[in-house]
């Protein structure tokens, strides 16, 4: 059983910066991908970036140049830095870890862009 625990979000102001985290606990396997999705009120979940345990990294195209994913494998944490934040990036940011048929989800951190 896989728990992930996320932290870091809250409110700022329009170009401002948060970093999100999400560390995983429980039976973790090594070789896995884990992600940072977002749901904004009316909209469906979408994926905002994509980290392998090998390094590789995707991200969606309206965070690409502001938001970065990281991952700590010592630590299995993940972490996305979020830069230059708009108001259309307020949303509920969950984090997922996947693994062949096994998914897990974090129970969401809200993310609001305001002024």
């Known amino acids: 059983q896989v728990q992930l625990a996320e932290s870091g979000g809250g409110l700022v102001q329009p170009g401002g910066s948060l970093r999100l985290s999400c560390a995983a606990s429980?039976?973790?396997?090594?070789?896995?991908?884990m992600a940072w999705y977002r749901q904004a009120p009316g909209h469906e979940r979408e994926l905002v970036a994509i980290?392998?345990?090998?390094?590789?990294?995707n991200y969606a195209d309206s965070v690409k140049g502001r938001f970065t994913i990281s991952r700590d494998n010592a630590k299995n944490t993940v972490y996305l830095q979020m830069n230059s934040l708009k108001p259309e990036d307020t949303a509920v940011y969950y984090c997922?870890?996947?693994?062949?048929?096994?998914?897990?989800w974090g129970q969401g951190t809200l993310v609001t862009v305001s002024s």
């Open positions: 997922n870890y996947k693994i062949a048929s096994v998914e897990v």
């Open positions: 429980g039976s973790i396997f090594s070789r896995n991908v």
């Open positions: 980290m392998s345990s090998g390094g590789g990294t």
